[in-house]
């Protein structure tokens, strides 16, 4: 099954409402990177999140970079996202497992931590991109991000993220549901949406049992969808960009790669694809600097 994503309104039209299923993608997300199951359950979240603010972009070129930075185990988390609904990311340590003792549940906060910074930068074409930046609250994502659309975005926003991963490191389900107060939102639409914490509590499951269109009728009865589209796990990586970042080398390292390792093996940390530059064509690639510099 392919991952959705769907849009819509609630409220006649006073609640901006998203629903995205994630479990392919973040599938295949722990597969690239051998990750264990805190892990996978924290890159998921924050692809899912992702996936959600992206559909708010107008084409492919536009693009959200997200960058967590806490004090747990997990290190650095990076996602990225365009118009087009492609994701990647990844996390800097992919071999983190804890649970909460009194739940069984992953422990996505310990992993990542409570002490640290939650970053978005959109890149929307323009002259300068814009970066909003918060504190980590929880480590748990869903609140971090709720904590930086209202400080950073003056949106009241309900965030409810999950992952179920199962004990061969599988996810058996996974995705986001995203509910924002429009402006003119009444108080009985801040009452609903506040009524919907508590069964968001058990969203992963929802994705388990339900489809996006149903866990958005389920909330709102009176729920519109105006768009849906894919989302997808994909990464723009190329040789020819690996070969760029050769570039980046001193001409010193770029020697020893040549006489010493007679050879290089590149791997793109989005990704985790390998590309391999034989000993000839590092050889090439030098001459053209050289060429390129007279």
Request: include cysteine; charged fraction near 20%.
């Amino acid at each position: 099954m392919k991952n959705k994503l769907i849009r819509g309104l609630a409220c006649n039209g006073r609640v901006n409402v998203f629903v995205v299923d994630t479990t392919q993608l973040s599938n295949e997300a722990q597969k690239k990177h051998d990750m264990w199951p805190t892990a996978t359950a924290t890159l998921s979240r924050v692809m899912s999140m992702a996936a959600m603010m992206g559909s708010q972009l107008k084409n492919k070129k536009e693009k959200i970079s997200i960058q967590i930075q806490g004090n747990g185990e997990i290190g650095s988390i990076f996602v990225d996202v365009n118009g087009n609904g492609e994701v990647r990311g990844f996390v800097g340590n992919p071999h983190v497992h804890y649970q909460y003792n009194d739940t069984g549940k992953l422990a996505v906060g310990i992993a990542v931590g409570n002490q640290g910074m939650l970053s978005v930068t959109k890149d929307l074409g323009l002259k300068e991109k814009f970066t909003g930046q918060v504190a980590l609250q929880t480590g748990e994502i869903g609140e971090d991000f709720a904590y930086y659309y209202a400080v950073s975005e003056q949106i009241p926003s309900l965030v409810a993220l999950g992952c179920l991963v199962d004990t061969d490191n599988t996810v058996i389900s996974s995705g986001g549901v995203l509910i924002q107060l429009l402006p003119g939102a009444l108080e009985e639409d801040i009452v609903k949406c506040e009524a919907l914490a508590q069964p968001l509590a058990r969203v992963s499951s929802m994705f388990k049992n339900q489809t996006v269109e149903e866990i958005a009728n389920s909330l709102f009865s009176d729920f519109e969808k105006l768009a849906e589209h894919e989302v997808i796990f994909s990464c723009q990586c190329d040789k020819s960009t690996m070969k760029r970042a050769l570039l980046t080398l001193s001409k010193e390292e770029r020697n020893t790669l040549i006489e010493e390792d007679h050879g290089a093996e590149l791997t793109c940390h989005w990704c985790n694809t390998q590309y391999h530059f034989s000993e000839d064509e590092l050889i090439e690639l030098e001459r053209f600097v050289e060429q390129f510099a007279r």
